[in-house]
């Protein structure tokens, strides 16, 4: 389907000739022409020219609103492109949105000694530190709570138990985790890092690379009372 812009050309581009034809039938007929004084001659051309001149300075001026108008579109179309690609990655740090991609399935088997909320939470810190983008934590049969900047790890009061941003939670736990599989798991593997903590406590860490991880768990964000764009 043509453009509004390119039908007004095409219909400008017709006018050009249809005036043509008009002046010189308004000039009169072949032979009035013949016998009209050389200075009316003068006139009926120089009253064309100046049409023609006015309709092809109508045309470019169309012409380039045209492109203006298909510059603009695109600019509109890739700004809004990217602000919505923005969205959706403020969305998945926030916790607010659902994401997958490569990661790795990390589950925290603990031994003689529970799993205290410090260990957890250094493995938080590590899988950040090695470039995580989404995680989610979730223990023995209860639901997963997502983890963002916020989220705060806790002791439960009874024993071998884990409170994550209020939520409950039962050993053994899994961390579902989108990153690099390769750097989160030599973070994880570093001396004196989790996987020695949890073994020093008798308790055994398994980690899985698949593609794609799952974080389906989401986060509410609650209103911000103080804070405010500077």
Known sequence: ????????????????????????????????????????????????????????????????????????????????????????????????????GPGLRIDLMPGGDPIKSETVLDAIEELRGAGAEAMQISGAGGPAVRIVASTYFVDAPEGGRLVVDGTTLAAPYTITVIGGPDTMRTALNIPGGVVDSVRQHGGTVSVREADPVHVTALHTASALQYAKPS
């Open 1 to 100: 389907m043509r453009k509004p812009a390119n039908l007004v050309i095409a219909l400008l581009v017709g006018l050009l000739g249809f005036a043509v034809a008009v002046q010189f039938k308004a000039g009169g007929s072949d032979a009035e022409l013949s016998s009209a004084r050389p200075e009316d001659l003068v006139r009926i051309l120089s009253d064309l020219d100046a049409q023609q001149e006015r309709l092809r300075g109508e045309i470019s001026d169309l012409e380039d609103t045209q492109r203006q108008l298909d510059s603009g579109a695109q600019g509109r179309d890739a700004a809004l492109a990217d602000a919505r690609k923005r969205a959706d990655e403020l969305g998945i740090l926030a916790g607010t949105l659902q994401a997958e």
